[in-house]
């Protein structure tokens, strides 16, 4: 995918408009970042987790978003300072792993993708009542639209910047019809009545988890914004993407718990998250879901598809001199498969969801190997000590989520 940030600057009229273009994609990395995080399975775990903790959820959302800070504080900036994608780095470390990274990241990425068109088709249904199935057809085209534009990575960015803040002006509205307990929300943000670690480690893998990991960090890589002394503006745009994915999961569970407060029973309905927006706000609810779902779902889509063919670069030069068609490529597989199947088969779910949680401590280990052992890597760029111990201790959590994931692929023998 072709770049502005990589032309050189003739005169400070265009080295002002690459300033301003940097920026954009610093910013479009965000919420990149972000969005690929905010997909259809966040909108229903967040339901189905606040229906079950109800105010209690918001301590478990405060770790988590803590958490994805510091693993996305070490990604950005290992990626972001030595200038080289994961895989690649994976290949400098141990010869032929950035291969096998690579493939586990993009079957994950393919296969969730799936599951994002067809967001796309429910929330299109939700939202204007058309058919899923065709919903999800013209959302992958709208998708494909963005990436042959002649400026893809300018379109993606601002695409991407526009839905994001769609989406939290959507979920924010609801937030505030619903009537929710503020009060209680915020006291148990601190002060629990009740904890369930599988539920903060659960959302960690859903937030930090596969291709969601590099989503935000291989774009700041294909941008430019590398090397030593982009580290502030590296640091700030990890920062603020995941702050950005804690405000809209704080926001749909404040929504959601406005609707769980007022007596809607979530448990056992087909739909948890159309269920709770109509019953708290009618028909307007149902399509403000709509609106959330398919924002959500096409996001997904674009960064599922964007960073998944980011890995895919390392097998040929060709692919990488090609990317943008073989973006498009993925999002018509992804798109075809959705079309040709009544839903996506759980097999494969459950088997993408098991590998999500054995990327993350995989690839998350060796980017801290890269920080504590492989100056060399970085351009002698002296890491902080405590930013990656502070990894190392996450690192140990991510490993206890990759051994928790392996029960899924222990799931397909049964």
Known sequence: MEDPTHEPA?????????????????????FLMATSAVGPGFIT?????????????????LISILVDIAVQLNVWRVIGVSGMRAQDLANKVVPGFGYVLAALVVFGGLVFNIGNIGGTGLGANAMLGTDAKIGGAISALIAIAIFI???????????VV???????????????????????????????????????TTLIGGTVGGYITYAGA???????????????EITRGSVIGIIVTGLVRWLLFIAILGVVVGGVQLAGVDNPPATAFEAALGEVGLRVFGVILWAASITSVIGASYTSVSFL???????????????????????????????????????????????????????????????????GYTYPRWLAYLGVVIWVLTVYLGWESLGGIADLWK
Do not use: C
Request: charged share 15%; proline share 4%; glycine share 8%.
């Open 10 to 30: 003739a005169t400070a009229e265009d080295d002002a408009t690459r300033t301003k273009v940097r920026k954009g994609a610093l910013l479009g990395a965000m």
């Open 45 to 61: 775990q967040t339901t189905v987790f606040t229906a079950q903790l109800g105010a209690a959820f918001a301590f478990a959302i």
């Open 218 to 232: 291989h774009r700041i890589v294909d941008s430019g914004i590398t090397g030593p002394e982009r580290i502030r």
């Open 149 to 159: 534009s002649k400026r893809a990575g300018v379109a993606m960015d601002r695409i």
């Open 313 to 379: 670069t390392t097998f040929h030069d060709r692919i990488h001199r090609h990317r943008q068609w073989a973006v498009v490529g993925f999002i018509v597989v992804s798109g075809a498969i959705y079309l040709s199947l009544e839903q996506a088969p759980a097999t494969l779910l459950i088997l993408a969801g098991a590998l999500n949680g054995l990327i993350l401590p995989v690839g998350f280990g060796i980017l801290l190997w890269i920080a504590l052992r492989r100056a060399d890597l970085l351009g």
């Open 162 to 200: 526009v839905l994001g803040f769609l989406l939290i002006a959507m979920v924010a509205y609801a937030a505030v019809a619903t009537d929710p307990p503020y009060a209680e929300a915020l006291r148990q943000t601190v002060l629990p009545d009740e904890v369930s670690f599988l539920i903060i």
